[in-house]
C-alpha cells in the first residue's frame, strides 16, 4: 500500500450504497487509492464485482476469509489507510460502532483502525430520529468519529425527511479535508500562495458543430492542480474539456478555445506561480463559420486556413510586474526530447519545462509517465511515475522554490 492517500471504504446495506461508485470513481480521479470492505447487507445493494471493477483493488467481505487473511490482515487493513470511511452508515452499524461489537468484517475493522473515521448516515428518517440512534451518534461524535449528512429530502421508502445521504460531491469535499490534515507536510506548504493551472486540450472551432483539437485528457494538469490545493495554495485550473471531474477545492474555469483560455489565465493574474499543462492548439481557423459547413462530394470549396494561437506560456513568462515568480511549461515531444525542450524553455521564456517524451503514444489519457525537468541550470529525469505523483514531486519542488524566493 505504498500510494500517499488512501482511504477505506466499509459499504454497509442501504439503498445508498449505489453512490459509493460514483464516490470511487472520483477519488480515484483524484489519485486517492480505495480499499473497500463490503457488509452482507451491503453487497445485496451493489456488487462486490462492481466495487472490485471501479476500485482497481480486491474488495474484503470475509472476516474468516483465508486468502483475503493472506492478502491483507483486516488489523493491517483498518491501520494502514489514511482514513476510513463508511458510506452509507445504516442505523445498525452505527449502533455496533457505538457499543464495541465485531461480529463481522466491517464492526472488527472499526473498532481495530486507530485511524481517523467518517460516517454518512443514510436510513429512514424515523429511524434517524429514534433517541437509540441519536444516542449513538452522540457516543460516536465524542470519541472524534466524523460524521456528514444526512440531509433532509425525499427517502427511498417514500417518506420525506432527515436521512437521506451526503451527496457524493459533499463527501469528496469533507474526505478532501480530513485527508490534507492527515499527510500535509508543513516544509512543502503553499499557504497564501496563488497558483494557476491550465489543463486539457482547446476546441478550434471550424463550424458550429466541428472543431480542430488533440488527445489530451486533461490527467496531468487537474493532477497539478489538486496537488497545489492539497498544499494550501489558492489555486485557478483553467481547464480546455474534458471528461474529468473538477478538483475538490480548486476554482475551476472552463473554456474551449485558445484564446478564452488566455483570457481567462490573464483575469487571474497575478499568482505567485503558473503551471501550463494544457495541449493548446497551436492554429485555429481564420475564419468561423456560423452555419455548419455543407457535406459535397470532393474537397471543400475553400481550405480552412488557419491562424497561430497566442503562446499563452510565453505571454506569461513576458518580464512585468504581473509575471508569476515561477512559470513551467510542458513539452510534448517525438524525437530529440531533451534538446528539442531546452529549446523550448528559452525561446517561451519560462522557467521550467516539464518534457515527455510522446513517441510511443501512451501518455495521452494514461495515468503513468516519465518525465524530465529541465530548469536553467539541470536536467533531472524523474522516474516513472503516476501523474498524480509527478504532480506532487513538482508541487513540491514548486513550494521549496518559492519558499527561497521569500527567504
Ligand atoms: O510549443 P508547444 O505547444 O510544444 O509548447 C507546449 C507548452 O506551451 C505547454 O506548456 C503548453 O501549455 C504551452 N502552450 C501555451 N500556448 C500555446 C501553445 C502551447 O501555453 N498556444
Not at 84 to 93: E, G, N, Q, S, Y
Not at 156 to 170: W, Y
Not at 173 to 190: M, N, Q
Not at 281 to 310: E, H, M, Y
Request: glycine share 6%; aromatic share 2%; with cysteine.
Amino acid at each position: 500500500m505504498h500510494d500517499s492517500r488512501c482511504v477505506l471504504l466499509i459499504v454497509s446495506g442501504g439503498i445508498a450504497a449505489y453512490k459509493t461508485l460514483d464516490l470511487i470513481r472520483r477519488l480515484r480521479e483524484q489519485g486517492i487509492a480505495i480499499h473497500c470492505i463490503v457488509t452482507e447487507a451491503g453487497a445485496r445493494f451493489v456488487s462486490p464485482l462492481s466495487l472490485a471493477a471501479i476500485s482497481g483493488a480486491p474488495v474484503y467481505q470475509d472476516l474468516f476469509s483465508l486468502q483475503e487473511e493472506t492478502e491483507m490482515g483486516h488489523i493491517r487493513l483498518a491501520r494502514a489507510v489514511n482514513l476510513v470511511a463508511v458510506v452509507p452508515a445504516t442505523a445498525d452499524l452505527l449502533a455496533k460502532m457505538a457499543h464495541g461489537l465485531a461480529d463481522d468484517l466491517a464492526s472488527t475493522t472499526l473498532l481495530a483502525t486507530n485511524r481517523p473515521v467518517l460516517v454518512a448516515p443514510a436510513m429512514n428518517v424515523h429511524m434517524w430520529s429514534h433517541p437509540a440512534t441519536q444516542a449513538n451518534i452522540a457516543v460516536l461524535e465524542r470519541r472524534g468519529v466524523h460524521r456528514v449528512g444526512p440531509t433532509c429530502g425525499a427517502l427511498a421508502c417514500g417518506e420525506e425527511g432527515d436521512g437521506r445521504m451526503a451527496e457524493v460531491s459533499e463527501l469528496l469535499a469533507v474526505i478532501d479535508t480530513l485527508l490534507s490534515t492527515s499527510t500535509e507536510k508543513k516544509e512543502s506548504s503553499l499557504i497564501g500562495r496563488r497558483a494557476l493551472v491550465t489543463s486539457g486540450p482547446t476546441y478550434e472551432a471550424i463550424d458550429p458543430v466541428r472543431y480542430i483539437s488533440n488527445r489530451s485528457s486533461g490527467r496531468q494538469g487537474h493532477a497539478i492542480a489538486a496537488a497545489l490545493a492539497r498544499h494550501g495554495a489558492g489555486v485557478t485550473l483553467i481547464s480546455g474539456p474534458t471528461a474529468l471531474s473538477d478538483p475538490g477545492r480548486v476554482r475551476t474555469i472552463h473554456v474551449e478555445s485558445a484564446c478564452e483560455m488566455l483570457a481567462a489565465c490573464q483575469d487571474v493574474l497575478p499568482v505567485d506561480v503558473a503551471v501550463c499543462a494544457a495541449a493548446v492548439g497551436d492554429w485555429r481557423p481564420v475564419r468561423v463559420s456560423q452555419k455548419k459547413l455543407k457535406k459535397r462530394a470532393g474537397t471543400l470549396p475553400q481550405p480552412i486556413l488557419l491562424a497561430n494561437n497566442p503562446d499563452i506560456v510565453a505571454i506569461l513568462s513576458q518580464p512585468g510586474s504581473r509575471r508569476p515568480a515561477l512559470v513551467i511549461g510542458f513539452a510534448a515531444e517525438t524525437e530529440s526530447l531533451l534538446d528539442n525542450a531546452c529549446r523550448k524553455r528559452t525561446a517561451k521564456g519560462c522557467d521550467w519545462i516539464v518534457a515527455n517524451d510522446v513517441a510511443n503514444n501512451q501518455v495521452f489519457g494514461s495515468e503513468r509517465n516519465t518525465v524530465h525537468l529541465i530548469t536553467e541550470d539541470s536536467v533531472t529525469c524523474l522516474r516513472s511515475m503516476t501523474k498524480v505523483e509527478i504532480a506532487e514531486s513538482l508541487t513540491e519542488r514548486i513550494a521549496a522554490v518559492l519558499r527561497k524566493k521569500r527567504d
